[in-house]
C-alpha cells in the first residue's frame, strides 16, 4: 500500500498500562493530532480540509487521493457534538479546527445554490478524483448531491432551523414509491416507503440503513415534524433489525457502509440524540450484538466504535485491545480500517448488485487519518460521560 504522508506529522503516544487513567492527556493529545492533519496547504486537498484517501477492491496495490467533504463533515459535527466537553486551550483548538474547515463546505454544495450538498466537488465536478480515464465521465456522469452528506454538512454548519426545515421538506420527493420504486432490495421491502439515498431524479431508489439512520438522527437534533417518509424510514430499519438482515447481510442492507460494526455505530448514534419508542426495544438486543462483534473482531478502529457504540447505550465496554509493543498512532493510522466504501453496484438491479457487489466490482473503500483519530477521540470521551454518570 504507497501513501504520500508528507502532509503527515507522526506523533508517538506510547501505550502503558496508565494510559486509561490518562484519559484527559490522551485526549489532548489526539485533538492537536487532527489539528495538525488538517490541511493547511496542498496542491490535491482543500485548505481546511482533512485528507482521505481510496483503494480499489479490485487493486489493492495503491491507493489514490481523494477529494470529497464527507470526512471533513463528519469530523465538524461530531467535534460539534462533543464541543461542551473541551474548556480552556482544548476549546480554543477545537474551535480553530473547525473555523479552519467552514469554507471548505461551499466546494461542495448544490451549484444552484440548493443547500444539499455532493460527496464530491460541485464547483469542478468530478467522479472519484485522481481517477485517471474515470475523469473523461466527470461532467456527463457526476452523481447528484445524497442525503446522506447533505445532514452530514448541515450538522458540521450547525445550519438554521429554517434550512433544517427546507431541506427535509425536499427530502420528501425523493422516496420509495409507486411511481419510483425500489428494485434492489429484499422483497418484503420494497413497499416500504423510506427514503432513497440520493435527490437525484434520474437515479435509481436505493436504500442503506446507516444512511437512514443519519437523516432521522438530523430530524431528531432539529426537532422537525416528522412525515410519513420519516416513519417509514425508521420502519425499514425496525424491519432490519427484526429480521437481523444487519448480521446475515449487511452489505446489503448497508451498502455505503457495508459492516456490522458501522451499523451498530450509527444506530447508537442515532438513539443517543432521544429515545424513539419503538427503537428502544431493540436496545438489549443491539447491546449484546455489539459486545459479541466487539469479543470477535480484531480491528482496532472496529473494536473503537463498538466501544463507543456500548457507551451510548449505557454499557461499560470490554477492555480495548491496544497492543504495546506499538504507537497509538501507528495503530490509528495503519490504513485497513474503512469507515466508508463508494459502492457504485449499490445503484443497479438485483441480481446484478448481489453479484458486483459480491465481486467487488465498482467498491472502493475510503481511509482518513484525520477521522480515525476523531472516534478515538470519541470513544474516550464518551467513556468520561458514563463515568462522571456512575
Known amino acids: 500500500m504507497i501513501r504520500a504522508r508528507s502532509l503527515l506529522f507522526v506523533l508517538l503516544l506510547p501505550l502503558t498500562k496508565s494510559m486509561l487513567a490518562q484519559d484527559s492527556i490522551v485526549i489532548s493529545q489526539l485533538l ?4 495538525q492533519l488538517q490541511v493547511k496547504e496542498s496542491s490535491v486537498f482543500p485548505k481546511g480540509s482533512f485528507a482521505s484517501y481510496r483503494l480499489y477492491a479490485l487493486n489493492k496495490d495503491r491507493e489514490k487521493a481523494d477529494v470529497n467533504a464527507f470526512f471533513t463533515g463528519l469530523i465538524g459535527f461530531t467535534l460539534k457534538d462533543l464541543q461542551p466537553h473541551f474548556s480552556g486551550v482544548e476549546q480554543q483548538l477545537l474551535d480553530k479546527i473547525l473555523q479552519n474547515s467552514l469554507p471548505v463546505y461551499s466546494k461542495f454544495q448544490n451549484r444552484k445554490g440548493r443547500p444539499t450538498y455532493n460527496f464530491w466537488p460541485t464547483d469542478t465536478p468530478r467522479i472519484f478524483p485522481n481517477g485517471g480515464w474515470l475523469n473523461v465521465f466527470d461532467k456527463q456522469q457526476a452523481l447528484p448531491d445524497d442525503l446522506d452528506d447533505t445532514v452530514i454538512m448541515l450538522l458540521a454548519l450547525n445550519a438554521p432551523d429554517s434550512v ?3 431541506v427535509h421538506a425536499l427530502m420528501q420527493g425523493f422516496v420509495n414509491n409507486g411511481q419510483k420504486p425500489v428494485k434492489n432490495t429484499f422483497r418484503d421491502f420494497r413497499k416500504i416507503g423510506a427514503y432513497s439515498t440520493w435527490f437525484g431524479k434520474k437515479m435509481p431508489v436505493d436504500f442503506d440503513v446507516c444512511v437512514l439512520a443519519n437523516v432521522l438522527y438530523f430530524v431528531q437534533r432539529y426537532q422537525l415534524n416528522w ?5 417509514a424510514s425508521l420502519q425499514l430499519i425496525e424491519k432490519v433489525l427484526e429480521e437481523k438482515k444487519h448480521l446475515t447481510s ?4 448497508s451498502p455505503h457502509y457495508s ?4 451499523i451498530l455505530y450509527h444506530l447508537s448514534r442515532l438513539m443517543s440524540v432521544k429515545p424513539i419508542p419503538s427503537l428502544e426495544k431493540y436496545g438489549p438486543l443491539l447491546v449484546e450484538q455489539a459486545k459479541e462483534a466487539c469479543n470477535n473482531t480484531t480491528d482496532f478502529m472496529e473494536q473503537v466504535i463498538l466501544s463507543t457504540s456500548l457507551l451510548r447505550w449505557g454499557v461499560q465496554p470490554p477492555a480495548l485491545k491496544i497492543y504495546t509493543e506499538g504507537s497509538l498512532t501507528e495503530l490509528i493510522e495503519e490504513g485497513s480500517f474503512s469507515f ?7 445503484m443497479l438491479p438485483d441480481p446484478l448488485k448481489q453479484w458486483m457487489g459480491g465481486a467487488g466490482v465498482g467498491k472502493f473503500y475510503y481511509d482518513c487519518d484525520a477521522y480515525n483519530n476523531l472516534l478515538v477521540l470519541e470513544y474516550l470521551v464518551w467513556k468520561k460521560r458514563l463515568a462522571d454518570l456512575r
Open 250 to 253: 449487511a452489505a446489503y442492507v
Open 259 to 262: 459492516k456490522l460494526p458501522i
Open 164 to 166: 433544517a426545515r427546507q
Open 32 to 35: 492537536r493530532r487532527i489539528d
Open 227 to 231: 412525515t410519513a417518509a420519516d416513519t
Open 340 to 346: 466508508f466504501i463508494a459502492n457504485m453496484a449499490s
